[in-house]
Protein backbone atom coordinates (compact mmCIF):
# COMPACT_ATOMS: atom_id res chain seq x y z
CA UNK A 1 0.00 0.00 0.00
CA UNK A 2 1.56 3.45 -0.83
CA UNK A 3 2.34 5.85 1.79
CA UNK A 4 -0.86 8.04 2.86
CA UNK A 5 -0.93 10.82 4.57
CA UNK A 6 -0.73 14.97 4.32
CA UNK A 7 1.92 17.25 4.41
CA UNK A 8 0.71 20.23 6.12
CA UNK A 9 1.63 23.77 5.14
CA UNK A 10 0.70 27.08 6.96
CA UNK A 11 -2.45 27.64 4.58
CA UNK A 12 -3.61 24.07 5.19
CA UNK A 13 -3.10 23.82 9.16
CA UNK A 14 -4.81 27.14 9.40
CA UNK A 15 -7.60 25.52 7.14
CA UNK A 16 -7.47 22.64 9.52
CA UNK A 17 -7.92 25.01 12.72
CA UNK A 18 -10.87 26.64 11.21
CA UNK A 19 -13.10 23.53 10.95
CA UNK A 20 -13.25 23.17 14.93
CA UNK A 21 -16.80 22.82 16.35
CA UNK A 22 -15.94 25.44 19.39
CA UNK A 23 -14.23 28.42 20.02
CA UNK A 24 -12.76 29.09 23.59
CA UNK A 25 -11.91 33.06 24.52
CA UNK A 26 -9.96 31.90 27.48
CA UNK A 27 -7.62 29.43 25.55
CA UNK A 28 -7.48 32.26 23.19
CA UNK A 29 -6.09 34.51 25.93
CA UNK A 30 -3.79 31.83 27.57
CA UNK A 31 -2.68 31.32 24.26
CA UNK A 32 -2.11 35.40 23.56
CA UNK A 33 0.28 35.10 27.25
CA UNK A 34 1.84 32.49 26.46
CA UNK A 35 3.05 34.83 22.95
CA UNK A 36 4.83 37.09 25.87
CA UNK A 37 6.79 34.10 27.40
CA UNK A 38 9.45 33.69 24.02
CA UNK A 39 10.68 30.38 23.77
CA UNK A 40 8.87 29.30 26.52
CA UNK A 41 5.55 29.51 24.40
CA UNK A 42 5.89 26.59 22.54
CA UNK A 43 5.60 24.34 26.01
CA UNK A 44 1.74 24.72 24.98
CA UNK A 45 0.25 22.73 23.36
CA UNK A 46 -1.06 23.39 19.70
CA UNK A 47 -4.59 24.01 19.22
CA UNK A 48 -5.91 20.81 17.60
CA UNK A 49 -4.57 18.78 20.17
CA UNK A 50 -6.52 20.70 22.36
CA UNK A 51 -9.61 19.82 20.79
CA UNK A 52 -8.68 16.31 20.83
CA UNK A 53 -7.95 16.28 24.27
CA UNK A 54 -11.56 17.80 24.71
CA UNK A 55 -13.53 15.55 21.97
CA UNK A 56 -11.64 12.15 23.07
CA UNK A 57 -12.19 12.74 27.02
CA UNK A 58 -15.87 13.48 26.78
CA UNK A 59 -16.44 10.57 23.57
CA UNK A 60 -14.86 8.14 26.44
CA UNK A 61 -17.21 9.80 29.32
CA UNK A 62 -14.62 10.70 31.33
CA UNK A 63 -14.85 11.73 34.66
CA UNK A 64 -11.38 11.57 36.77
CA UNK A 65 -8.71 12.99 34.80
CA UNK A 66 -5.18 13.59 35.44
CA UNK A 67 -2.75 15.75 33.65
CA UNK A 68 1.60 15.61 34.33
CA UNK A 69 2.96 18.78 33.36
CA UNK A 70 0.25 22.00 33.19
CA UNK A 71 2.52 24.94 32.49
CA UNK A 72 -0.20 27.47 32.27
CA UNK A 73 -3.37 25.23 32.23
CA UNK A 74 -4.21 25.52 28.30
CA UNK A 75 -4.51 22.13 27.91
CA UNK A 76 -5.99 21.13 31.76
CA UNK A 77 -8.79 23.61 30.74
CA UNK A 78 -9.32 21.50 27.47
CA UNK A 79 -9.37 18.49 29.60
CA UNK A 80 -11.91 19.56 32.10
CA UNK A 81 -14.47 20.85 29.30
CA UNK A 82 -14.62 17.43 28.14
CA UNK A 83 -15.54 16.03 31.48
CA UNK A 84 -18.92 16.29 33.02
CA UNK A 85 -19.74 19.40 35.71
CA UNK A 86 -18.98 16.48 38.74
CA UNK A 87 -16.24 15.16 36.95
CA UNK A 88 -12.17 15.98 38.70
CA UNK A 89 -9.03 16.67 36.88
CA UNK A 90 -5.78 16.53 38.76
CA UNK A 91 -2.78 18.81 37.83
CA UNK A 92 0.79 17.94 39.07
CA UNK A 93 3.05 20.58 37.98
CA UNK A 94 6.45 21.18 39.68
CA UNK A 95 6.35 25.77 39.04
CA UNK A 96 4.23 27.70 41.27
CA UNK A 97 4.54 30.94 38.76
CA UNK A 98 2.90 29.15 35.95
CA UNK A 99 0.37 27.24 37.71
CA UNK A 100 -0.98 30.95 39.70
CA UNK A 101 -1.52 32.13 36.23
CA UNK A 102 -3.54 28.50 35.54
CA UNK A 103 -5.51 29.21 38.30
CA UNK A 104 -6.25 32.44 37.25
CA UNK A 105 -7.39 31.44 33.66
CA UNK A 106 -8.85 28.03 35.10
CA UNK A 107 -11.30 30.39 37.10
CA UNK A 108 -12.39 32.93 34.15
CA UNK A 109 -13.37 30.14 32.85
CA UNK A 110 -15.90 29.19 35.49
CA UNK A 111 -13.64 25.36 35.81
CA UNK A 112 -11.56 26.43 38.69
CA UNK A 113 -13.90 23.72 41.07
CA UNK A 114 -13.30 21.06 38.71
CA UNK A 115 -9.56 21.59 38.84
CA UNK A 116 -7.33 20.32 41.58
CA UNK A 117 -3.55 21.87 41.56
CA UNK A 118 -0.84 20.10 43.42
CA UNK A 119 2.50 22.14 43.36
CA UNK A 120 5.87 19.89 43.76
CA UNK A 121 7.45 17.05 41.78
CA UNK A 122 5.66 14.77 39.87
CA UNK A 123 6.47 11.37 40.89
CA UNK A 124 6.07 12.17 44.36
CA UNK A 125 2.80 13.52 44.23
CA UNK A 126 1.80 10.30 41.87
CA UNK A 127 3.39 8.00 44.50
CA UNK A 128 1.62 9.36 47.57
CA UNK A 129 -1.90 8.69 45.61
CA UNK A 130 -3.51 5.25 46.78
CA UNK A 131 -2.60 2.94 44.17
CA UNK A 132 -6.69 2.03 43.24
CA UNK A 133 -7.87 1.90 39.48
CA UNK A 134 -9.58 5.51 39.41
CA UNK A 135 -8.72 7.32 36.32
CA UNK A 136 -10.19 6.87 33.22
CA UNK A 137 -7.63 9.73 31.38
CA UNK A 138 -4.16 10.81 31.32
CA UNK A 139 -2.21 13.50 29.98
CA UNK A 140 1.41 13.23 30.06
CA UNK A 141 3.43 16.45 28.82
CA UNK A 142 6.27 17.20 31.04
CA UNK A 143 9.95 16.51 31.27
CA UNK A 144 10.63 13.91 28.63
CA UNK A 145 13.45 11.77 30.56
CA UNK A 146 10.83 10.56 33.20
CA UNK A 147 7.96 9.88 31.07
CA UNK A 148 8.69 6.06 31.45
CA UNK A 149 8.03 7.26 35.49
CA UNK A 150 4.80 8.86 34.70
CA UNK A 151 3.33 6.50 32.66
CA UNK A 152 4.05 3.72 35.35
CA UNK A 153 2.75 5.51 38.25
CA UNK A 154 -0.23 6.22 35.81
CA UNK A 155 -1.13 3.25 33.85
CA UNK A 156 -0.93 1.74 38.13
CA UNK A 157 -4.24 3.82 38.42
CA UNK A 158 -6.20 3.98 35.25
CA UNK A 159 -9.27 1.79 35.07
CA UNK A 160 -8.93 -0.59 32.13
CA UNK A 161 -10.06 0.71 28.95
CA UNK A 162 -8.61 4.13 29.93
CA UNK A 163 -6.49 6.49 28.07
CA UNK A 164 -3.04 7.71 28.48
CA UNK A 165 -1.96 10.23 25.82
CA UNK A 166 1.78 11.46 25.57
CA UNK A 167 2.88 14.54 23.50
CA UNK A 168 6.05 15.21 21.87
CA UNK A 169 6.81 11.96 21.21
CA UNK A 170 7.81 12.85 17.40
CA UNK A 171 10.19 15.51 19.39
CA UNK A 172 9.93 18.79 18.02
CA UNK A 173 8.30 19.34 14.21
CA UNK A 174 11.58 18.43 12.47
CA UNK A 175 11.22 15.05 13.43
CA UNK A 176 13.94 14.74 15.75
CA UNK A 177 13.16 11.28 16.63
CA UNK A 178 14.41 9.92 13.58
CA UNK A 179 17.58 11.93 13.18
CA UNK A 180 20.68 9.60 13.68
CA UNK A 181 23.00 12.52 14.83
CA UNK A 182 19.83 13.80 17.61
CA UNK A 183 21.45 11.94 20.71
CA UNK A 184 20.45 14.84 23.23
CA UNK A 185 18.76 12.62 26.42
CA UNK A 186 15.36 14.17 25.80
CA UNK A 187 15.49 12.47 22.09
CA UNK A 188 17.22 9.11 23.61
CA UNK A 189 14.35 8.85 26.39
CA UNK A 190 11.45 9.26 23.63
CA UNK A 191 12.85 6.81 21.36
CA UNK A 192 12.81 4.30 24.29
CA UNK A 193 9.84 5.33 25.60
CA UNK A 194 7.82 4.54 22.08
CA UNK A 195 10.06 1.59 21.59
CA UNK A 196 8.63 0.20 25.33
CA UNK A 197 5.12 1.51 24.45
CA UNK A 198 5.04 -0.58 21.30
CA UNK A 199 6.03 -3.59 23.06
CA UNK A 200 3.83 -3.36 26.20
CA UNK A 201 1.20 -6.33 26.46
CA UNK A 202 -0.63 -4.10 29.03
CA UNK A 203 -1.56 -0.91 26.23
CA UNK A 204 -2.97 -0.79 22.82
CA UNK A 205 -1.02 2.08 21.36
CA UNK A 206 -0.86 4.14 18.39
CA UNK A 207 1.05 7.08 17.78
CA UNK A 208 -0.76 10.19 15.85
CA UNK A 209 0.93 13.16 13.80
CA UNK A 210 -0.63 15.44 15.55
CA UNK A 211 1.43 18.76 16.95
CA UNK A 212 4.96 17.05 17.44
CA UNK A 213 3.38 13.72 18.06
CA UNK A 214 0.63 12.50 20.13
CA UNK A 215 0.72 8.82 21.19
CA UNK A 216 -2.53 7.01 22.61
CA UNK A 217 -2.40 4.40 25.17
CA UNK A 218 -5.17 2.10 26.27
CA UNK A 219 -5.15 -0.33 28.79
CA UNK A 220 -6.75 -3.79 28.15
CA UNK A 221 -8.69 -5.51 30.41
CA UNK A 222 -7.21 -8.72 32.18
CA UNK A 223 -8.86 -10.81 29.26
CA UNK A 224 -7.58 -9.31 26.30
Not at 15 to 41: C, F, K
Not at 112 to 123: N, S
Not at 132 to 152: C, L, P, S
Not at 180 to 209: G, Q
Request: charged share 25%; proline share 4%.
Amino acid sequence: MSDKYTTLNPELYAYLLAQRSERDPVLERIARHNETLGTMAMAQIAPDQGAFLTVLARAIGAREAIEVGTFTGYSALCIARGLPADGRLLCCDIDPVHTATARGFWNEAGLGDRIELRVGPALDTLRALPATERFDFGFIDADKTAYHDYYEEVLARLRPNGLILFDNVLYQWSGQITREDATDENTVALRALNASLARDPRVEVVMLAVGDGLTIARKRREQE
